[in-house]
């Protein structure tokens, strides 16, 4: 049999005749006389079982067995007490509650070897159930845990597609790239808590360069001044790979090398790519994370999709760009054609887009109705297509029929226009030019602030422009005179309009020739 068996008795007899018989069955056993020595031998030798007398020198053995007991909690050394004395019960209920069993002396050898195997074989089973039992509880624990962890993982990935399916549809509807730079700086820093990022990017399909198109976390000072080349260099090798590249680490060729050594000693770590249908239309790099810790498989992946997106969105936006240039030239060619129709009106259309652009500016419009003012003075009298040639050129007064006619101008230019839709919010502008602030104008008569401050601003402009032209009926007012008359029609045109009109030819900024 296996197992380490301490016997402690204070007659080496009783020991011995023990001892001999456990040995005699395979145990390995230490012997103690003292109560004191017990519990050292306790300590060292670590027994898996104790016999021990009741009456010992010293410390007794009801004693000892407490602080057994006090070191063994989990019980997993069974103590056998002997005794040649009847123990009183009272002291039996105290004591011997940590003691497997209690021997009369004197024994039979046979009694101890079979309670010794019987104890040692409960204490075993017991110990191994108790192991199983830790084992299986740990498991348990983990297993809330794992659950815990792919629960959170779950989260975490349903919230990133939501994520970027709100970002692609954002990409895919804003039509502004700088919005569209904006939205993606904001998403790529927020979802993974990247310190640095910038954007290089094709503003045209023709860009032989990449230029700075904005960042975060980075003095942009430098960046501004710097171009990548779309075809060569650092572009070349990221549309060959596709990949993120460390910049610090990354074996490349010449140009690409220099180029990947400039933006890693302002801080950025790394760069991919944005490519649609083959072609390089951007640059990205981006530095480490704020946390300080290194990206995982799971986002850069995110980034890519997020790069992805954002390189669908840009070209988008730069396509209905270009649209809309096509457009503006198309409706630019008809404006041409309509000065061209009235000889003293030539260059009146693209000074009044000028004027009206920058008293917005001066204004400090938001850069979407810049946009629109700009669009609505350009197309301001688009209507007179409609007006005959001869009627536009008379030189003396015009008939009632006459005057319906030219006065239909600003309705017949809104119709035209109303279907396209990027001019729409130009439409409000084409169609109220010659609104006045008393009510008296025309077609709508509104009155005030019924008229939109764009259509205000188009009006102020086009008679300002009207006034310091040549007309066949008059000669051109100066700068000077035109404001006068501008600033005698309180009832007309809005004087804080007129006033910023003011403020821009005194800076020199709008000059007469
Ligand atoms: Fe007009
Ligand atoms: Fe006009």
């Excluded at 171009?227 to 993120?244: D, P």
């Excluded at 536009?392 to 015009?398: A, D, H, S, V, Y």
């Excluded at 006459?402 to 409000?428: Q, T, Y």
């Excluded at 102020?460 to 600033?487: C, H």
Aim: charged share 30%; net charge negative.
């Amino acid at each position: 049999m296996d197992g380490n068996i301490l016997i402690v008795d204070d007659d080496p007899n009783v020991v011995e005749i023990i001892t001999d018989s456990l040995r005699s069955r395979g145990y390995v056993t230490e012997s103690a006389y003292n109560g004191e020595d017990a519990l050292r031998k306790y300590e060292d030798f670590k027994p898996d079982l104790v016999v021990l007398d009741v009456v010992l020198p010293g410390k007794n053995g009801l004693a000892v067995c407490g602080e057994i007991r006090a070191r063994d909690v989990n019980y997993d050394v069974p103590v056998i007490m002997i005794s040649a004395n009847p123990i009183p019960d009272d002291l039996l209920e105290t004591y011997l509650l940590g003691a497997q069993d209690f021997i009369r002396k004197p024994f039979s050898v046979k009694e101890i070897l079979a309670k010794v195997d019987t104890f040692l074989s409960q204490a075993c089973g017991r110990r191994d159930l108790r192991e199983k039992n830790e084992i299986l509880e740990d498991e348990v624990l983990k297993g809330q845990e794992d659950l815990k962890r792919v629960n959170r993982e779950l989260k975490k990935k349903v919230f990133d597609m939501r994520t970027l399916f709100d970002l692609s549809q954002d990409l895919n509807r804003l039509r502004d790239p700088d919005d569209l730079v904006n939205v993606f700086f904001l998403t790529i820093a927020g979802q993974l808590g990247i310190g640095s990022l910038a954007l290089f990017y094709a503003r045209s399909d023709g860009d032989a360069y990449l230029t700075f198109a904005g960042g975060k976390g980075i003095r942009d000072g430098v960046l501004r001044a710097f171009q990548l080349s779309r075809a060569a260099g650092l572009s070349g090798h990221l549309l060959g790979g596709q990949e993120v590249v460390d910049l610090r680490r990354s074996a490349l060729p010449g140009e690409a090398r220099r180029e990947a050594s400039f933006m890693a000693g302002l801080g950025f770590h790394y760069c991919y790519p944005l490519v649609v249908k083959s072609s390089l239309v951007g640059v990205v790099f981006f530095g480490g994370k704020v946390s300080g810790q290194r990206y995982r498989a799971n986002e850069l992946e995110m980034f890519r999709s997020i790069c992805s997106s954002a390189a669908t969105g840009l070209e988008n936006a730069r396509l209905y760009q270009e649209l809309q240039s096509t457009y503006l030239s198309t409706i630019k060619v008809l404006v041409s054609t309509i000065e061209a129709k009235d000889a003293y009106t030539r260059g009146h259309t693209d000074r009044v887009a000028l004027f009206a652009r920058m008293i917005a500016e001066e204004m400090q419009l938001e850069r979407k109705d810049l946009e629109t003012v700009s669009f609505g003075a350009t197309l301001h009298d688009i209507g007179k297509l409609g007006v005959y040639e001869d009627i536009l050129n008379k030189p003396g007064e015009l008939t009632d029929g006459e005057w319906k006619i030219v006065r239909s101008h600003p309705e017949v230019g809104a119709n035209i226009i109303r279907n396209m839709k990027f001019l729409e919010s130009a439409c409000d502008l084409v169609r109220h030019h010659h609104e006045r602030l008393d009510g008296r104008g025309y077609p709508d008569g509104l009155k005030g602030k019924e008229i939109s401050i764009g259509a205000r601003i188009v009006a102020v402009a086009d008679s300002f422009d009207a006034m310091t032209s040549d007309r066949p009926y008059r000669q051109a007012f100066s700068y000077q005179e035109a404001i006068e008359q501008l600033r005698m029609q309180t009832d007309k045109f809005d004087s804080d309009v007129i006033e910023h009109l003011v403020r821009l030819i005194e800076a020199g900024r709008i000059r007469g020739e």
